[in-house]
């Protein structure tokens, strides 16, 4: 039997407690939605984690036993130690996957990834999404037909301050004419990232079962494929006759 690929969703889980409007379409919070789903996929166990656990629930031996994490934040991005940071930044770049949601790209985790700002512009209305699948035979847009038909969400537009992705897969047209590179694959190391727009916690984009299949796709894409740590090592001669 083929082993699990164990993943961490991990939310800020602000919004949910704080906002009846966000209470009422995820009670138990975005990441529970989420790993809630990620349970009932074959070969995947997923577990939760948020900002106010000790260590934000990413200590040392959760991020060892991770081979995804999902993140979601937003509000109290600046809250996030800088500790827990590096320690996830070294995780990826020794295989751990990662895959950031919404506004997770202005996080710290996801700019120290990229080196770069992270910025892009946004508006919140009645703006209705269309997701484009540019590369249907990917393993991430597997069961996803020409486009994802969103509905209302909260739009992101161009300019998206991020380097140039390894792997262009989704852009997202919104009904005011703004459109986003929404779905971009990263290489780091030795891990894989993958950044996805949709996912704004006023609408229930994280019941939409096509959403739930991108990102379950991209937790079997982005597992850790292999665990070895980033070192740099004073090397010995190897040409014996020298």
């Known amino acids: 039997m083929a082993k699990s ?6 939310n800020e889980y602000i919004h949910e407690r704080k906002s009846k409007r966000v209470k009422v379409i995820y009670p138990n919070g975005m990441h529970k939605a989420i790993a809630n789903y990620l349970n009932l996929q074959d070969g995947l166990s997923a577990a939760t984690s948020s900002l106010e656990q000790p260590e934000h629930g990413l200590t040392e031996q959760v991020l060892s036993q991770s081979d995804v994490l999902i993140w979601w934040g937003h509000m109290a991005h600046d809250q996030v130690a800088e500790e827990i940071v590096q320690r996830v930044q070294r995780h ?26 992270c910025s892009l512009g946004w508006r919140e209305g009645k703006d209705r999404q269309r997701i484009w699948n540019l590369v249907p035979g990917h393993a991430i847009t ?18 998206f301050d991020i380097p140039e992705p390894d792997e262009l897969l989704f852009i997202t047209w919104s009904s005011t004419g703004y459109v986003l590179r ?3 694959v ?27 299949r991108v990102i379950t796709n ?25």
Not at 5 to 10: G, H, K, L, S
Not at 142 to 158: N, R, S
Not at 187 to 212: A, D
């Open 5 to 10: 690929i164990n993943v961490t969703v991990w």
């Open 92 to 117: 990826v770049l020794e295989g751990m996957g990662l895959i950031v949601l919404h506004s997770g790209h202005i996080s710290k985790i996801f700019r120290r990834l990229m080196g770069t700002s």
């Open 142 to 159: 597997q069961g996803i037909g020409d486009a994802i038909e969103l509905g209302i969400e909260e739009t992101y537009a161009e300019r």
């Open 182 to 184: 929404s779905g971009c």
């Open 186 to 212: 990263f290489n780091r190391g030795h891990g894989r990232i993958f950044y996805f727009s949709p996912g704004h916690e006023t609408f229930p984009t994280f019941h939409n079962s096509e959403i739930l």
């Open 218 to 242: 991209a937790v079997r894409y982005t597992a850790r494929r292999l665990r070895r740590d980033y070192y740099c090592p004073n090397l010995p001669n190897l040409e014996k006759d020298q």
